[in-house]
């Protein structure tokens, strides 16, 4: 992806996701890599199951950018006044259009894991 093509948050800039098998957020986001690592530390009968629930951000978008841009701001460090309003306003764009009933909601996913040891 050319860094040009970012929008939000990582505006202007190429991603920096960790290469695969760093540790991290997402190091444990691959079923494979799951398994493999259960299986290596003496775990069978391995059983994953795939969840999903909306994530809440907030009421409105107003409260769900205020929270994410203090959670989050220091993805907008190195950005000229210009970026970083841009950034920002595409955030803004991004929680509007995620504004339910219940308030600002994304998708989110995680694994239910099971496994016996040996």
Do not use: K, N
Request: net charge negative.
């Amino acid at each position: 992806m050319d860094p040009g093509d970012r929008t939000g948050l990582g505006r202007g800039r190429a991603p920096s996701l960790p290469p695969p098998g760093v540790q991290g957020l997402f190091a444990l986001s691959d079923p494979d890599t799951i398994t493999e690592r259960l299986d290596a530390a003496g775990y069978f009968d391995i059983d994953l199951e795939r969840r999903g629930e909306p994530m809440w951000f907030g009421h409105e978008a107003d409260d769900a950018r205020s929270f994410i841009v203090g959670l989050m701001g220091w993805m907008l460090e190195g950005l000229d006044d210009h970026a970083r309003a841009g950034a920002v306003e595409e955030l803004h764009g991004t929680l509007v259009a995620h504004e339910t009933d219940e308030g600002v909601c994304f998708d989110s996913a995680t694994w239910i894991t099971r496994a016996t040891r040996r």
